[in-house]
């Protein structure tokens, strides 16, 4: 797995992780029933938050979501927010749009240093904690299997149907149940762009605003990176992609560029025949083509 240093400088914003109070502290578990094992437990919460609040210090420009599968008494987590330096970032639940209404610029949550969104699943919290509740702001797709059907984007039971107009944020789940590290070559591919595309038909005519997907760094082609241009390029300009928009311009206006020239023909090396060429086959390969292993 690649580092959070890493896959910070490669652009991931937001992180979807589950809290249970397990040896008197809050820690980050995969687990089932509602508590933490031995066997799930990952690592103290602490530590993690602390990583997002040293990446938060180091880049002022930086915007993190963090979503939590909450199943913390009341309590444990404020502890654990305030021990890691996090709630310097916090943009308060006060200012969060009710019944789906616009969210603030970028910009004037950097520069007012609101900088780290946090929703969690439970929704007495938002009022005695105040720790947004996910589903007063968000419609999440199905994850797992069900929510990669073809052509169809159901909603995450706990949440609001996807064309819920009342919740003004958009997440796509786009993983299988059991992780499948070369599987998912494929399907971070062609049908995650397709599924965004579904998606978007589904959920009111709106692009999700978070992608989340298993192994972002495999794809056959495109991948996570090109759904999320896609779905930016959409969001900010209009255009079918983020490359495609224009600075200072109205929305709507693209500027497409002309595909690169055919690569002239490449000699043979000596004594070999122009079919036996490697480098030939790699030059040939789309501009998102990535390896996949």
């Not at 103290?44 to 938050?49: E, H, K, Q």
């Not at 919290?125 to 797709?141: H, M, Q, R």
């Not at 241009?229 to 495609?244: E, K, M, P, R």
């Not at 070999?272 to 998102?288: E, H, Q, W």
């Amino acid at each position: 797995k690649k580092t959070k240093e890493a896959k910070n400088k490669n652009g991931v914003r937001g992180l979807m992780l589950d809290t249970y109070d397990f040896n008197n502290d809050v820690w980050l578990c995969h687990s089932f029933g509602g508590k933490c094992y031995n066997i799930t437990a990952f690592q103290p919460a602490i530590n993690v938050f602390k990583e997002i609040q040293t990446f938060l210090e180091a880049n002022p420009s930086a915007v993190i979501t963090v979503f939590l599968e909450d199943y913390t008494v009341a309590g444990s987590l404020p502890k654990v927010f305030n021990a890691s330096g996090l709630m310097k970032y916090w943009f308060p639940v006060a200012k969060m749009p009710k019944s789906g209404g616009n969210w603030p610029l970028l910009k004037d949550m950097i520069s007012q240093n609101e900088r780290l969104l946090v929703f969690a699943s439970k929704k007495a919290k938002e009022a005695s904690e105040g720790i947004p509740f996910e589903w007063n702001y968000v419609v999440e797709s199905q994850y797992g299997n069900e929510g990669m059907v073809e052509g169809k984007c159901p909603n995450r039971g706990e949440s609001p149907a996807m064309d819920s107009k009342s919740q003004s944020l958009v997440l796509m789940n786009f993983f299988t149940t059991d992780p499948n590290p070369t599987g998912v070559c494929g399907n971070n591919s062609a049908p995650l762009v397709s599924m965004l595309k579904t998606c978007h038909d589904l959920s009111g005519n709106r692009w999700p605003n978070y992608i989340a997907v298993d192994y972002y760094m495999r794809s056959d082609g495109g991948g996570a990176p090109l759904a999320t241009d896609v779905a930016n390029g959409h969001l900010v300009c209009g255009c079918d992609n983020i490359a495609y928009c224009k600075a200072n311009s109205t929305f709507g206006t693209c500027v497409i560029p002309p595909p690169p020239p055919p690569s002239p023909p490449r000699a043979p090396a000596k004594g070999t025949s122009p079919g036996g060429d490697p480098s030939a086959a790699v030059a040939r390969l789309p501009a998102f083509q990535w390896s996949c292993f």
